[in-house]
């Protein structure tokens, strides 16, 4: 059963890795060859990608864990169905708003291409929880060679279109195929069509219910990850400095969606995992913790060494940009720490200690980043604007370890004669 885990995972992660190549390859090419003002209102779209996931109230992350740990497989499929459901309405809610946001080009392809994320995301769900590995590859893989393909032919016959309006085009429609038929095959395996397939009111309740807790945790997560451009453009910041920061977010992002998605493989085994801990091993968690810091730690060198190298072979490197990359990439590796730790919180039904957390560090997170923007802005220690957030973060997980560790004292204490 391991080796089989093990090879599940490998072919997880080969398969996520060349989903995110092609799909790195593209933003990329796109970053570097888009003009300074496109890919400065570019983070529009990207933005709005971010923060279109709110709409789900969390309802993808509570299936999830609901999905993990249901007592029977009738309630598994009743909650992934129910979880179909729901990403269908909220995707078609962002196209209907995206259709109306047609004038600002920008925005309505970040209303769109966050509809259809919420489509892939319910797909996903329904593999992960139903074991379905190759399908789950498959969905990842073909999203992106899909759009790798659509946008080399836009990009080689259309040179009368702008290079901003070929890469969002393609993105949108290449996403929206695939998954579009993926989403429409998982309908049908879950039966979604027939008849005693009714909508169970009470058990969306509960799922939507225990999912608030995980929408203030998305929340602040989405805002941590972009408070800096928020920042930058509510500041009006320079062209170039929103250019440099949205440049370093698409980089870093090869990175983080990379790691993250490892992560997310491995969460309903985690959960399982966690849920049956006992007293006696929960001390060997913080443990497990600094087990897997250290080799996150070994990828964080490489990439680092991996993207000066690429940045002085394109001549774009700079002190300044290598500033805000290192500001970026620490933000995001702790962020990829506190969701190991989180999976904890989770298996023993400890939200309300996560979601008080990450509402504290979203509104807290938010307002130091808009303070500092304002007394620094224009001035050459922007740069360590995404520091901020990477302190609370380092904070936060410290934290939340230490309180593992002084619940295991405190429950093994009255044994001790």
């Not at 006992?278 to 087990?291: N, P």
């Not at 309300?352 to 220690?381: E, H, N, R």
Request: glycine residues 6%; contains cysteine.
């Amino acid at each position: 059963m391991r080796q089989e885990g093990r090879a599940g995972a490998i072919k997880y992660v080969v398969a996520t890795y060349s989903e995110f190549s092609l799909v790195a390859l593209l933003t990329l090419f796109f970053t570097n060859m888009a003009s300074q003002q496109a890919l400065a209102d570019s983070s529009v779209a990207f933005i709005v990608i971010s923060y279109s996931t709110f709409l789900a109230l969390g309802f993808h992350n509570g299936a999830i864990r609901d999905g993990a740990i249901s007592a029977s497989t009738e309630e598994k499929d009743d909650i992934l169905r129910l979880e179909l459901y729901f990403s269908a309405f909220v995707a078609f809610f962002l196209i209907i708003a995206a259709v109306i946001a047609r004038d600002n080009f920008y925005l309505m392809a970040g209303l769109f291409i966050g509809g259809v994320n919420h489509l892939k995301t319910a797909c996903q769900t329904v593999f992960r929880l139903q074991g379905l590995d190759l399908l789950l590859n498959t969905l990842n893989v073909a999203w992106a060679t899909v759009f790798f393909v659509s946008f080399s032919l836009l990009a080689w016959l259309a040179h009368g279109i702008a290079l901003e309006v070929r890469f969002f085009s393609a993105w949108g429609a290449a996403a929206a195929f695939v998954i579009c038929v993926i989403f429409a095959f998982c309908l049908f395996k879950l039966k979604a069509f027939k008849r005693h397939a009714t909508v169970n009111g009470a058990l969306f309740l509960k799922v939507l219910s225990s999912s608030k807790y995980m929408f203030l945790m998305a929340s602040g997560l989405v805002v941590l990850l972009t408070s800096d451009r928020v920042v930058l453009n509510a500041l009006d910041a320079a062209e170039k400095v929103r250019a440099d920061f949205q440049y370093v977010d698409v980089l870093t992002n090869i990175y983080f969606l990379g790691m993250t998605s490892v992560l997310y493989y491995f969460t309903p085994g985690l959960l399982k995992r966690f849920s049956s801990v006992d007293v006696k091993h929960q001390g060997a968690f913080a443990a497990m913790v600094a087990k897997y810091a250290t080799y996150l730690l070994g990828v964080v060198i490489l990439f680092v060494l991996v993207i000066i190298v690429f940045l002085l072979v394109i001549h774009k490197f700079s002190w300044s940009l290598l500033g805000v990359f290192v500001s970026m990439l620490t933000l995001k590796t702790l962020l990829i720490c506190l969701g190991f730790v989180c999976n904890f919180y989770l298996a023993k039904r400890l939200e309300v200690v996560l979601a008080v957390s990450y509402f504290g560090l979203m509104v807290v997170g938010f307002s130091l980043s808009l303070l500092y923007g304002y007394l620094f802005i224009g001035t050459s220690l922007l740069v360590f604007l995404p520091l901020l957030n990477a302190l609370l973060v380092g904070a936060l997980v410290v934290y939340l370890l230490k309180r593992i560790s002084v619940q295991d004292k405190h429950e093994e204490s009255p044994c001790i004669n």
